[in-house]
Every structure is written in structure tokens, then in C-alpha cells.
């Protein structure tokens, strides 16, 4: 049975990724798949102040509610990332918890001695996303550091939904067809992780 974590990342209590997340959660569920739901805007986790205390153990120094969360961010099978495009990248809550695993990158490149560039991950992830506007270039800085994101986690970049055009609160649900392929995107996710085929 896989075991997934569930990060929602934008500030909304009901936005729009969350919305996506939710169902995402429904079908991995369905699936078998253990899912714990994060919500960021909940925790309180300070930026990076780029102090290295994660040097010797690849364990950050800051004591806040990073640590919790940095335990399930290394024992989860998978991860399913939600975050609304806010300057072509992720929300500040979803950027200030990325910027807090540089003690994970520390951990597999400097103390583990992981070769960059290596492509095979033990591990996968998710990512859904929104953005107000239709530009073809929306979502092209947020991949880049949700790529590189996954990999400090040992993570693959598994699939991820994009959607374009939903801005005010709720707009997704104007799409039922979005949510859909969030809820078979989650399923599909939980099997996969669990060794099974997709479908
Ligand atoms: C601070 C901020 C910055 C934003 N920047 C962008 C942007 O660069 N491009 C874009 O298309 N939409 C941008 N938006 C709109 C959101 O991406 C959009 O409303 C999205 O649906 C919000 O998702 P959520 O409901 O899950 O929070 C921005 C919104 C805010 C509040």
C-alpha cells in the first residue's frame, strides 16, 4: 500500500489547487494509497536562513514545524504538490518549504555524495497548478523549480496537471473535467507507486 503525502501550497482555503489536491487525494485513496493532507498556510515554517546548520546531519537547524514535516517528506512514498502560480513560480508558502529542504539536497549531494545529473529517483512526485492567465509560457519557471525540487527529494517529476484561466476562488469548479483527471491522476499515482500499472 502506498504511503503519499499531500502538500497544498496556496494560500486559499479553498482555491482552486486545493480543490484539484482534494480530488487527487480521492482517487489515490480509492486506490489503496494512505494519503496525510498538509496544509501549509497552517504550519508556521520560517524561510531558509542559509546557515548550513543542516551540514553535519542534512537535518535543518531551524525549530519550527519544518521538522515534522521534513520526517514525512523522507518516509512517503510519494508526494502530491499543490500550488497556484503566483509570479510565474509556486506561492511563498510552497517556496519557503522548498528553500527549507536545501537540507534534503544537502543530505543526498553533499553528504550522501549522490552524482548530479543522476536520472534514476527512488521515488515520485505530483505536481498540480493554476494560473490566471492563458499564457503559453505560464508554467515554464515553476516546472524548472518543481523539477529540481523533486530531486533533492529523490523524486522524479511523475505527472503534472496544468491548468490555465482559473483565477477567482472556486473557478475550477466551472471544469468539472479538471477534477476528474486530478481524481484519476491521484489513483493512477497510488498504483503506480504501489507497483502497479496505472489503469
Ligand atoms: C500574488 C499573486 C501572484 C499571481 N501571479 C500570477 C501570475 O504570475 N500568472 C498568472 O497567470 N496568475 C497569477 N496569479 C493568479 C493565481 O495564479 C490564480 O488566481 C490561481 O487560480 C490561484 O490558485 P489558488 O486558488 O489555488 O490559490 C497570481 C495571484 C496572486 C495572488
Known amino acids: 500500500m502506498a504511503n503519499l503525502l499531500a502538500i497544498h501550497g496556496s494560500p486559499r482555503r479553498k482555491g482552486n489547487t486545493t480543490l484539484l489536491l482534494k480530488r487527487a487525494v480521492e482517487g489515490a485513496r480509492e486506490a489503496g494509497g494512505t494519503v496525510e493532507e498538509i496544509v501549509l498556510r497552517d504550519l508556521k515554517i520560517s524561510p531558509c536562513l542559509e546557515i548550513y546548520g543542516c551540514k553535519e546531519t542534512g537535518r535543518c537547524a531551524i525549530k519550527d514545524d519544518f521538522q515534522g514535516l521534513y520526517d514525512k517528506l523522507l518516509s512517503c512514498d510519494g508526494l502530491m504538490l499543490a500550488s497556484p502560480i503566483f509570479f510565474y513560480t509556486v506561492s511563498a508558502h510552497t517556496k519557503i518549504l522548498m528553500d527549507r529542504c536545501q537540507s534534503l539536497w544537502v543530505k543526498r549531494y553533499w553528504l550522501e555524495k549522490t552524482p548530479f545529473g543522476k536520472k534514476e529517483f527512488n521515488r515520485k ?12 509560457k505560464l508554467f515554464d519557471g515553476v516546472l524548472l523549480t518543481v523539477r529540481y525540487f523533486f530531486d533533492a527529494l529523490d523524486m522524479e517529476l511523475w505527472n503534472s496537471l496544468l491548468y490555465r484561466e482559473l483565477d477567482f476562488e472556486g473557478d475550477v469548479l466551472k471544469h468539472p473535467e479538471y477534477l476528474e483527471a486530478a481524481y484519476t ?4 499515482f497510488s498504483r503506480v507507486l504501489d507497483g502497479q500499472s496505472p489503469t
Do not use: N
Not at 185 to 188: F, R, V
Open 125 to 136: 512526485g505530483l505536481f498540480i497548478s493554476a494560473g490566471a492567465t492563458k499564457g503559453k
Open 185 to 188: 491522476a491521484g489513483k493512477q
